[in-house]
């Protein structure tokens, strides 16, 4: 009975630590939500409370500002080509350190990984002079190639994880049977590693669409700016309207918890099947 009790005891505990852990995970959302129903003159009455009279003029504030289109375009441009390319590298440099037996190889592989260390922060001048040396200032291409950048040491460590795991006699008959690297990569590594893919692909896909300090840098205030960068141009110098910002700030979360909602068993199966590795 004691041994019952305890256990009892212990799941109990568990379960009020994980509503906790809910509770302050989903508040900013919720309050965010609320915020965004509420006039600017009843956010100030009662900031935590629930809306008297809910209203939607602040969404459709934000569409007027923003220009919603325009901005939702140039994040899915930058978003989808930062992942593709990202990815990509990611597979080539993984199957290059693990399946290509070549000197420096292990030296090319901790020098990717150490690069996880680096704070963004830290490089962010550097990245923006040879943005501006390239030419691609205010350019799609620039914040493609710096999501590229950032993305692929992570990629490549977790890749290289499950490429390792492949035999290296299939690799060999593989390439008796006449393939090549690109057939051996895509037609045999790939389906392999696909709960990685899919796992690697949501998790840059939700950092490149939410990241703020990269698009600011190098797109600034131009036309190609992304709907993060617009949400935060919503905020005016000396005044601030809450409700109006998280309405931004909601327009511009819902393509995530999409892709999240219809994705979430891939990123689930990618998660375990990496740690089980």
């Not at 956010?43 to 500002?65: H, M, S, W």
């Not at 914040?143 to 692929?152: C, D, K, V, W």
Request: a positive charge; glycine letters at 8%; zero cysteines.
């Amino acid at each position: 009975m004691n041994r019952r009790h305890s256990a009892q005891i212990g799941r109990y505990l568990l379960v009020f630590a994980l509503v906790v852990v809910a509770v302050a995970a989903l508040y900013p959302l919720l309050f965010t939500v609320v915020s965004s129903l509420k006039t600017q003159t009843g956010f100030a009455r009662d900031p935590l409370g629930l809306p008297a009279g809910i209203t939607f003029e602040n969404y459709v504030e934000a569409f007027k500002r923003m220009n919603m289109p325009r901005l939702l375009l140039n994040s899915i441009i930058t978003t989808v080509g930062g992942l593709v390319l990202s990815v990509l590298a990611a597979m080539l440099i993984a199957y290059t350190v693990t399946k290509l037996r070549f000197r420096g190889g292990k030296l090319v592989f901790l020098f990717i990984i150490i690069t996880l260390t680096i704070p963004s922060q830290a490089i962010i001048y550097p990245l923006y002079q040879t943005v501006l040396d390239l030419g691609m200032s205010g350019e799609y291409q620039g914040l493609i190639l710096a999501y590229a950048a950032f993305g692929l040491p992570l990629g490549t460590y977790q890749l290289a994880g499950y490429f390792q795991q492949v035999p290296d006699e299939l690799i060999e008959a593989a390439r008796v049977d006449g393939a090549g690297h690109f057939t051996i990569l895509f037609r045999l590594l790939a389906p392999i590693a696909t709960p990685a893919l899919a796992a690697l692909a949501i998790f840059n896909f939700v950092w490149m669409w939410n990241d703020l300090l990269l698009p600011l840098v190098i797109m600034g205030g131009s036309d190609s700016k992304t709907l993060m960068v617009g949400v935060s141009l919503l905020s005016g110098q000396y005044d601030v309207s809450v409700p109006l910002v998280s309405a931004g700030l909601i327009v511009a979360l819902l393509p995530v918890l999409i892709i999240y909602l219809v994705f979430q068993r891939q990123l689930v199966s990618g998660a375990l099947a990496g740690s089980g590795r």
